[in-house]
Structure formats: C-alpha cells, structure tokens
C-alpha cells in the first residue's frame, strides 16, 4: 500500500469524542489525525444542549454529592433494561470505571467543568438514581478566543443566549418566580458586558466544543475539514487507514494504531431511516447535524461490522403546520435552514397536555423526552393515530410560559394564520378544528383535571419524579407539573417524533472495538458516540448520557489503540 500520510491513531468526525481521543493520544505520545468531511468543527455535540452525564465524577463530588461506581452501576442496571451487545455488563463496567477518569484527563488539559446541580437524573425513583443528577456542563466559552478558527465551529443555527443550560427551565418561569427574574437579568448583565467588551459568549454545545477546539489548537492537534471519508482501507482482515476527499484530490491515510470512527448517525439520510427508523419518519423532523448522513456507518457494515438498536433516536418531540414544515416566525436560521422546535421544557410547565388524535394521553408529558418519543411510535403502531399527535393547551400556558420561540402572551397572528396554532373558544370547537375526537377529548380533558386538582397524575405520574418537577412551576400547587386545561381560548398544536441524533450503530466493545455479528473484532476499527449502538440502549437515564459516553469510549479507544490501559 502507498500512503500519502501516516498517523498513529486517524479519528473519523470532530464530534464529542474525537478531539478527547486525539487529546488521550498525544498524551500517550501517539500523533493523531481528525478528519471531518464538512467545512465546521465539533460535530452534533456542537448542536446540542452541550452536557456530559458521567457518574461518580470529581466535579459532582466537589459539590458535596455522594456517588460511587456501585451505585451508578445499580442505577444503570435498574434503568437500562434492554440487554442488547451495546449494553453488555463490560461495556457498563468500562463507562462507569473510565468516565471519571476522562473528566479528570480533560480538566487537566483545561476543561473547565460547571455542575449542574439539580438536573436529576431522568428516572430519580429507580434504585441508584440521583435526585441532584450526575450532569456536567462546560462553563460560558469566549468564542472570539478561537481567532481565526471562531467562523469554523459547528453550533447550533438558532439563537445563542450566554446562559449554562441548567437555567433554561428558571428563565422559562422568569414571568413567575424571583429566581426566573434573577435568571434573566444576569443574562441581560451577560449580553450588555459582551456588547461593551467584546466578547461572545457561547453556552450549550458550542461551549464544549469551542473550549475542546481551542484545547486542541494549543496543542496543535491536526485537523482537517472538508475531508470526507471515501473508504476504510484494509490489509488483510485489518483497518489500517482510510481513504478521504481533501482538495479534490484521493489522500490515503496510514493509522498504524487504528482508525476511530466518530461519525454521528444517519438522522439526516431519507434512505436510512426508510430502511431501519420506525414510521412514518423523516429526515426533515431532526435538528441533528447536517453532516448525520450515516455513509460511514454502511462502510462499516460493508466490512461484516455489526449492528444494533438502528430503530432508536434520541427522541425530541417536535411541532410542525400543516404542510410538515416549521412554523414562521421562529422556525428558520437566518440562512433559511429549517429549525423544528424541541419541545421538553414548555411542554413540563402546567396547562398543557398531549394526546393521540382520538383525545387519549399516552405519556408522561414531563418525563424523559426520548421515552415521549418511543411512547407515540407505540401509540402509532397500536392505533395507526399518534402521529401527529396534538398538544392542548388553555390560556394561561400562552399567557405565563415560553412556547417554542413565542415568549410568555405571545400568540403570533402567523402561526394562527398558518394554522401551525390552531385557537377556539371551547373544547368541542378545538376538536371539530383538528379532527380529534370529541368525546374521547373531552373525557381526557375532565379526567386531567381532576389530576391537576390531587396533584397525582394516576395514569402516567407527571410531577411524580425530581426529574419533572425540576422542570414544572413551583407556584402551581400542589403538583408543579399539572395545571388544568379550563381557562379560554384553547389552543392545539401538531406534535411528531423529531430528534436530535439517531442511537444506533455499530457494535463495540467495552474497549470500543468494532464487532462482526459473531462477536469477533474487526481488527484496527474503533467506533464511540452516535454510529454505535449506545451503552445505555434504548434509553436516556441523565442529561448527556449519549455526549458523556462519546467522550468516555473515545477516551477508551485512545488507550486501547495506544496498547496502554485507562490510568
């Protein structure tokens, strides 16, 4: 073979884990390479609410939060019921045991890590949860200190407020509660002293990334952009580099260590999730990354690599108008690219519930949004009437809480014009409006608010965990999360599955080897984050779980190639 380059370790994406791997790699004294096939940096994590969920961590342990691998390890056992070969018992054992290690590697590179504290884990209840959660944030991040490389980092399209994620649900209730007010006017502060320095304060993904790319730039970590992957190249039965796109012209490269895949999925391929997402589906509902075609994955499976869970998403609930798209104003970057909403934190608050098109609930509509979004592909496949399914909502949801980008009494006259909103005066109207049935509605709407008056939700127990009421209105008694639907005009609104990036992919070990569908390794292949099927399955326990493993099984790669084990 000629080679045109040579690496030890050759990272495949700029995601979550890549820039952690190529860290871990020069560590160990190995020259790493990332290669990213679009012109920006950072990947989906980029995109994303910009969260690690790693148990048992130094920062969380600071402050004052008890953990162990134990106790993580029986809440993982409790929540993450699937058995699949991306859950083994060695794969859990590999993320508990070397998260904490990462997070100690990164901080020592300059990470700086801020504790969420309150973001309980999604299912509290379960044996090992914790109440104050095992979330990690990056602290605000400066863009303006990348310099030149600022205009190359991936990041989310809409808009960009400097506030760590943990606020968002105190600055949804900043027309309710002090604390929300609080909230708000240290962003104002943050948004004046930018204006008046300089400085641009970048939370959520680009927070992570943007601090991992100013990491990897000091330590002048190579990084190519505009290089797709055209192959994995092979000698023998082992990966030893891979072929990619740059400057219109084939370069191959040597990793004489290994090649990590780091990819994404394939949220973004029609064809992909026609043949493997459950229906109806489509590629135009996600907010993952534009790059989350899923090529890199087929590659793979070229070369015998099994796969797993390639019928899950990181489930959003999104809302859509009639004609499937996004609504006007709020639903477009300024580019024009198509922003769908992310219903989580609106869709907590009180005064609002979500129903089938026969007027049934089917979930807990404050709970783990990748559950909402299994829970109407159940619905769908049990009564062919959940998608879309319909949000309900009485005036005082319009009047105290955000909805999408609509902030508190704001109806937008375009998104009732569209019909994106639909508005009536009475519950019968709202149903002969959408098609929802009318008696089933109705029968839904009473015993809802009967609910709202016990504050015990006895069908789905929305307010039930810390996890919901973290999220609810504390000045709604005696349930945070449930607030009756009486009080016109009624509102309505179109829900579908979106997400954030699909959860399947190939299967890895627990030290993030590729595997064949008979358990063998595919020598030299190395996977972590969204185009492996995930350690924690068909299921999200914490905020981050899917970031917080990226980066772990990428710090584990690192290692394994390297020939050294995790310190």
């Not at 994995?232 to 990619?244: D, K, L, Y």
Request: glycine share 12%; with cysteine; aromatic share 8%.
């Amino acid at each position: 073979m000629t080679w045109d380059d040579a690496y030890d370790l050759v990272i495949v994406g700029s995601g979550g884990g890549s820039m952690c791997a190529a860290l871990a790699a020069k560590a160990l004294g190995k020259r790493a390479l990332i290669v990213e096939k679009q012109p920006l940096v950072g990947g989906s994590t980029g995109y994303s609410g910009g969260v690690w969920w790693v148990p048992n961590n130094p920062v969380m342990k600071r402050a004052g939060v008890t953990d162990s691998a134990e106790r993580a390890r029986q809440y993982l056992d409790a929540a993450v019921t699937y058995q699949g070969p991306g859950t083994t018992p060695a794969r859990r054992d590999a993320f508990i045991r070397n998260g904490p290690k990462m997070v100690d590697f990164l901080e020592r590179q300059g990470m700086k890590f801020v504790y969420a504290d309150g973001w309980s884990d999604y299912y509290d209840e379960l044996p090992g949860g914790e109440p104050r959660g095992r979330s990690l944030l990056a602290e605000l991040f400066d863009t303006r200190e990348l310099g030149e490389w600022e205009s190359r980092l991936s990041r989310y399209k809409g808009f960009s407020l400097p506030v760590p994620t943990h606020e968002f649900p105190d600055l949804m209730l900043a027309k309710r509660t002090w604390r929300g007010k609080k909230k708000a006017l240290a962003m104002v502060g943050r948004i004046i002293k930018g204006k008046l320095t300089g400085k641009r304060l970048a939370g959520a993904g680009a927070a992570i990334q943007g601090r991992m790319l100013q990491i990897a730039l000091r330590e002048q970590l190579p990084i190519w952009t505009d290089s797709g992957l055209v192959e994995f190249i092979t000698e023998g039965a082992r990966v030893t580099g891979i072929a990619v796109r740059r400057g219109g012209k084939l370069v191959r490269v040597q990793a004489r260590d290994g090649v990590l895949m780091n990819v994404g999925g394939f949220s973004r391929s029609a064809a992909m999730r026609a043949r493997f997402q459950p229906q109806p589906s489509s590629a135009e509902w996600t907010n993952a990354n534009l790059g989350d075609t899923g090529e890199a994955i087929e590659m793979a499976m070229s070369l015998g690599a099994a796969v797993d869970c390639m019928d899950e998403a990181w489930w959003v609930v999104t809302s859509l108008g009639p004609d499937g798209k996004p609504p006007t104003p709020g639903g477009y970057a300024a580019d024009g690219t198509p922003l769908p909403f992310m219903h989580h934190l609106d869709l907590s608050l009180p005064y609002s519930m979500m129903v089938d098109q026969l007027g049934q609930r089917f979930c807990d509509e404050a709970g783990a949004y990748m559950e909402i979004g299994q829970r109407m592909y159940r619905r769908e496949q049990e009564t062919g009437k959940a998608v879309p399914s319909w949000v309900i909502m009485d005036s005082r949801q319009r009047a105290y809480y955000p909805w999408g980008t609509a902030q508190p009494g704001q109806v937008p006259k375009e998104w009732l014009a569209s019909g994106y909103m639909i508005q009536a005066e009475s519950v019968d109207e709202l149903a002969a409006k959408t098609g929802i049935d009318k008696p089933g509605l109705a029968r839904t709407i009473e015993r809802f608010n009967r609910f709202c008056k016990t504050g015990i939700d006895s069908d789905f127990g929305r307010g039930s965990r810390a996890f919901d009421r973290c999220h609810g209105d504390p000045t709604v008694k005696p349930n945070p999360n449930l607030g009756a639907i009486e009080k016109p005009p009624f509102y309505a609104v179109r829900m579908y599955p979106g997400d954030v990036g699909t959860a399947g992919g190939v299967v890895t070990d627990e030290h993030a080897r590729v595997l064949r569908e008979d358990g063998s390794v595919i020598d030299g292949l190395y996977a972590t984050g969204n185009c492996t099927a995930s350690v924690v399955g068909r299921c999200y326990p914490g905020a981050g779980a899917s970031i917080g493993a990226s980066f772990t099984f990428g710090y584990i790669a690192a290692h394994h190639a390297a020939g050294a084990p995790a310190p």
